[in-house]
């Protein structure tokens, strides 16, 4: 049995410790952040955490973020922690912003995918501080099915995990819908592993130049040093293609599409910033933080309603748009058609 704690109306003191309760029995907890839903256990209880990787059927090499409530938390987790690290927390902690730093040894193989690193978070979301605050750090990827579209409200992790988990908060939309921003500090130049709810220029405001890690851009890796780097990830059930290009080549070419796989006998979805004739349509929001915050929803509301391929217009490549394309073209296995 799964317990529901609702809080949609903010941070239930009870909940709270029920919630906290199950997390230090080693139980599993989803719950919201700013950026997208997680699927926490105890970062430090390694059977804990391989529940984790058991529940989402996670590739064991694939590591966790800890999900903290104060930086000096951090000192329990990480060790050699360089002066950018203070300067990054200092401006965006609480924030969308993961940092990838030297592991201290109290920290499980299981929670860094065995790595010498771990990858640290405190999430800008008053029911996951609680939570944390009346816990412990928390390890916890996306909490979602792996390999599909991350989760921005309550009915998601529903769908994946209900009769799977211990616990299912539910505070309503996340307000980002995009997973957090993942910077590696642990070498000798800062270097972005996944672009999320921060874009990336802010970053470079405080600590200057971020060199950009060639997994981004699609390039395959033996090693994930971050989520998001090396398996398939945001996928729903219906082939994605992603149209990119000249905004006023995009919106014929998207109609091509639509009308050469209807002619295939194909039901077909169209998520984009402006209205199309398909089968069936989601309207992603006319910005940049609109887009960010329904790209996972309509990934799974377009395959709910049963359609064979989605096809999704692309955004330019700024601000959050950096983000919603890194996740659009891995969610469409970089089928990516140009206009």
């Known amino acids: 049995m799964t317990v529901v704690i609702n809080m949609r109306d903010g941070v239930d003191g009870r909940g709270i410790k029920i919630a906290a309760r199950f997390i230090l ?6 719950f919201p952040t700013e950026t997208v839903y997680g699927l926490g256990a105890d970062a430090l209880n390694a059977r804990a955490v ?21 930086f000096s938390d951090l000192g329990r987790l990480a060790r050699d922690v360089p002066s950018e690290a203070g300067l990054l927390a200092e401006r965006f902690w609480p924030g969308p912003l993961t940092m990838v730093l030297p592991r201290n040894e109290n920290v499980p193989d299981v929670t860094t995918g065995g790595l010498d690193t771990v990858a640290v978070r405190m999430p800008a979301h008053p029911i996951a501080l609680a939570l944390i605050r009346a ?4 390890a916890a990827p996306s909490a979602n099915i792996s390999g599909k579209p991350s989760p921005t409200l309550a009915e998601h992790v529903i769908d994946d995990f209900y009769g799977r988990i211990e616990c299912i908060i539910d505070g309503g939309e996340t307000r980002i819908g995009v997973e957090s ?8 130049r800062p270097t972005l592993l996944r672009p999320g709810g921060l874009p990336l220029e802010e970053i470079e405001k405080v600590i200057g130049g971020v060199e950009i890690h060639p997994a981004v851009r699609g390039k395959l890796v033996d090693v994930a040093r971050s989520p998001g780097m090396k398996y398939k990830h945001y996928s729903p059930n219906a082939q994605v293609i992603v149209v990119e290009g000249k905004r006023e080549n ?15 006998g194909l039901r077909v979805g169209v998520m984009a910033t402006e209205e199309y004739d398909a089968d069936e349509f989601f309207h992603l929001g006319s910005t940049e933080e609109e887009v960010a915050r329904n790209l996972f929803r309509a990934l799974r509301e377009l395959d709910k309603r049963g359609v064979d391929v989605i096809i999704a217009e692309g955004i330019e490549e700024r601000g959050l748009g950096f983000a919603v394309m890194n996740r659009l073209r891995k969610a469409a296995g970089y089928r990516i058609v140009w206009a």
């Open 135 to 138: 816990s412990t750090p928390v």
């Open 250 to 264: 995009v919106r014929s070419k998207i109609a091509e599409l639509v009308h050469g796989y209807r002619a295939e």
């Open 50 to 70: 391989r529940r984790i990787f058991e529940a989402k059927g996670r590739p064991a090499d694939n590591p966790l973020i800890v999900h903290i409530a104060d």
């Open 25 to 30: 029995e080693g139980k599993l907890v989803a």
């Open 181 to 188: 921003t993942v910077i590696d500090l642990s070498s000798e």
